[in-house]
């Protein structure tokens, strides 16, 4: 069973400065998916940004980006000119390539994280 | 409608009710999970629907679980006896066939008093 580590389970961030959330994971399949899920206090689960295993280059949505490591099993997002709003908790997610139901998402503990102004 | 909808947004309700959380996906989305998250806690799956094929059930925590998905679209959690451990945020999600991009509804907080 694939299984998500995040090891931080809070973190804070001055207003404009750089953070980076760890996330690791466990599979032995070569085929999948990588999620960052931000979760702010309305509890509506909004996807951050997604990461493609097969492909090296790693994912960048606006301010956010994430650093893939395959080999490692390392998925870290990096948030920059951190905003108030970026405030919330972070969830990392993995889910099969594979068909029928392994199409669920098994999430991380979550990492909260607070931006000082 | 323009992104998963679930209700009720609140319940409290006495140990020993049953509940029915509702859950009404992205129009088009063939694919439908139930996740449970309680306090401080990370997401547990429950249940997953695609289509017309048997859900993964592996998920529901006991005998007292069940959903179903009427016509692939609206969902139903059924939670019978209530006991003050069920109470967590239930969410609803829901994707295309491909499952490459999974969205989230607000979800449901259940309180058993």
């Known amino acids: 069973a694939q299984t998500v580590t995040q090891s931080q389970p809070e973190m804070s961030v001055q207003e404009a400065e750089t953070v980076t959330l760890s996330c690791t994971y466990d599979?032995?399949?070569?085929?999948?998916?990588l999620f960052w899920y931000k979760q702010p206090p309305s509890r509506q689960m909004i996807l951050v940004i997604r990461q493609e295993a097969y492909k090296q280059q790693n994912a960048t949505e606006n301010r956010f980006s994430v650093n893939f490591q395959k080999a490692a099993k390392s998925f870290s997002l990096k948030i920059s000119d951190s905003q108030l709003g970026d405030a919330a908790m972070y969830f990392c997610a993995y889910r099969s390539a594979r068909g029928g139901s392994n199409y669920k998402l098994t999430f991380g503990k979550g990492t909260l994280l607070t931006v000082n102004p | 409608g323009a992104g998963v909808s679930q209700s009720p947004s609140n319940k409290v309700t006495e140990k020993g009710k049953d509940v029915e959380l509702r859950c009404d996906p992205i129009?088009?989305?063939?694919?439908l999970y139930w996740y449970r998250q309680s306090l401080g806690q990370g997401l547990e799956f429950l249940i997953y629907?695609?289509?017309?094929?048997?859900?993964?059930k592996s998920g529901l925590p006991s005998d007292r679980f069940s959903a179903e998905r009427t016509g692939g679209s609206v969902s139903t959690l059924t939670i019978q006896r209530t006991q003050q451990e069920d109470s967590a945020v239930y969410l609803c999600?829901?994707?295309?066939?491909?499952?490459?991009?999974?969205?989230f509804g607000e979800g449901s907080w259940l309180t058993v008093v």
């Open positions: 599979t032995s399949e070569s085929d999948y998916y």
């Open positions: 999600a829901s994707s295309g066939p491909s499952g490459n991009t999974i969205y």
């Open positions: 129009s088009g989305h063939t694919a």
């Open positions: 629907f695609q289509g017309n094929s048997a859900p993964d």
